[in-house]
């Protein structure tokens, strides 16, 4: 392979995306697809004996797990001085530049992305592969609800088991679980999954959980295990976080666990238990007979449901410690929280009134005063279309990437195309990247007889970008129908209301 000028191979460089201590990322375009990537140039001269274990380790990762939520490897290029490693682009940049400049995320959303995280997690730990690594820079958002897993540059295969003994320190201090501080053997898993539950405090609360000026500072403060957790978190994100950082690696929880836990199974209840306590602690409005509607309740809707929950419960934070977790929260983990039964009821309410609301004089229909066992029916359209009733209709083309499911396929033929020349035994993903790519002059036979060289050959290069970009297609084709759905119009039924004047 020859490198000319802003050229390797079939890539033609266009920018930098960013730097590390011993490589560079340039954005790229292949010449033959058109497709952006993102390349990684490492030099080789810079590197050492164990930057080049690394490097090779990265590579045999990335070529083992390929999953929707792990950065996609798309080939690699060497050359006398220099390392390739070219990778799908991904647009949003690292979670943790979009936390540090626009602020923690709010529960509800950073749920979908954590379920994401532990869903990549638990299909590397399958494989028998751990990372070592999982920090906020290291999550790279694809969306506003979709992200990816990267950098495996200190990940490992355990080739004795789940249970093999690791002893190389790797990953950020600060993400560092205690056992790697304690200069003897770990297990691989329970450290991502400390580093998972950092990862989360970051997301919800904005900063670190443990702080110290110094490495030494660090290392005693995760040792010592005293954090705080903010009193505005919801309390299945607080049982999680809790369960997460526990001293002792045997006792933390499986991703499979993580999984069922509330917070990730049902974003919307975080939102609904802040709700309820503002509920009990505000005092319903009392409304007059003039409808008068003041500044004050108007600036009191532009606040967030957390600003509202902040301003009206005004919690303390609570004291944590990770040795000592013999809690409540811990012990009823995996305990579903129901509102009705596990939270107080409204207080100084008696049971014994129904439950009808007052109605006031004013701004009611006089038939409703007069006689309350009257009651007006609900008036139906008159046409019939109702919101429960109407469809969505919409000319879709018959080959439209939304009814193609590409998205979720995750089989071998991801990375290498089925040494075959009949197309009939084929995945319909793969059928059309190989029909695209015998537009463009590759021919089957070309794609089996590159498959022997894997990553390094550009042919399987093409390969790959193609399938990449089919299945982009497909979320992106099922997003803008989600997001037409939720824009539609809908048919808001009006209230007639009479006034009886004085």
Request: net charge positive; with cysteine; hydrophobic share 40%.
């Amino acid at each position: 392979m020859v490198t000319i000028g802003r050229r390797i191979g079939l890539y033609r460089f266009c920018g930098d995306i960013g730097r590390g201590n011993f490589s560079k990322v340039k954005l790229a375009v292949h010449q033959l697809t058109r497709d952006k990537v993102a390349i990684k140039v490492v030099d080789r001269g810079g590197l050492d004996a164990k930057a080049l274990r690394m490097l090779s380790s990265e590579i045999a990762t990335l070529e083992c797990v390929h999953h929707p939520n792990i950065l996609r490897l798309f080939e690699v290029v060497e050359t006398l001085g220099r390392v390739y490693l070219v990778t799908e682009w991904i647009r949003g940049g690292e979670l943790y530049n979009h936390i540090t400049q626009g602020g923690p995320l709010r529960e509800i959303h950073a749920a979908p992305l954590y379920k994401q995280l532990l869903l990549a997690v638990k299909h590397m730990h399958s494989l028998g592969f751990v990372h070592r690594d999982i920090k906020a820079e290291n999550v790279l958002l694809l969306s506003e609800d979709r992200l990816k897993l990267a950098d495996f540059g200190f990940s490992t295969q355990l080739i004795n088991g789940a249970n093999q003994k690791l002893d190389t320190f790797c990953g950020s201090p600060p993400y560092a679980a205690p056992e790697l501080f304690s200069d003897d053997h770990y297990i691989g898993a329970p450290v991502d999954i400390w580093a998972l539950g950092i990862l989360l405090y970051f997301m919800v609360v904005g900063n670190m959980p443990f702080r110290a000026p110094t490495i030494p500072g660090l290392k005693a403060a995760i040792l010592k295990g005293d954090y705080l957790l903010p009193g505005q978190l919801s309390l299945p994100c607080i049982r999680l976080i809790q369960r997460i950082l526990i001293h002792i690696p045997a006792r933390r929880p499986s991703i499979e666990e993580m999984l069922t836990s509330q917070f990730v199974c049902y974003p919307k209840l975080s939102a609904e238990l802040m709700q309820y306590e503002i509920n009990l602690r505000t005092k319903p409005v009392k409304r007059s007979g003039f409808w008068v509607r003041s500044k004050s309740r108007r600036l009191r809707k532009s606040y967030s449901l957390r600003e509202r929950y902040m301003e009206v419960t005004n919690k303390p934070p609570i004291n944590m410690n990770t040795r000592k977790n013999e809690g409540v929260f811990v012990d009823n983990f995996l305990h579903p929280i129901e509102i009705n039964r596990d939270l107080p009821n409204e207080p100084n309410k008696d049971p014994s009134k129904p439950n009808t609301p007052k109605r006031s004089f004013f701004c009611g229909t006089l038939k409703k005063k007069v006689s309350p066992m009257e009651m007006e029916k609900e008036r139906q359209l008159a046409n019939g279309n109702g919101c429960e009733n109407r469809q969505w209709n919409a000319d879709v083309a018959i080959d439209c990437p939304l009814f193609k499911n590409y998205d979720i396929e995750t089989g071998d033929f991801i990375m290498l195309p089925t040494d075959t020349d009949d197309l009939t035994l084929v995945k319909p993903l793969e059928y059309e990247a190989r029909q695209l790519l015998d537009e463009l002059g590759v021919t089957s036979q070309m794609l089996r007889e590159a498959m022997q060289n894997g990553p390094r050959s550009d042919i399987i290069g093409a390969y790959r970008i193609i399938v990449n970009r089919l299945q982009k297609q497909s979320w992106l084709a099922r997003k803008h129908v989600e997001l037409a759905l939720q824009e539609m119009p809908k048919i808001e039924k009006k209230m007639e209301r009479s006034c009886c004047i004085l």
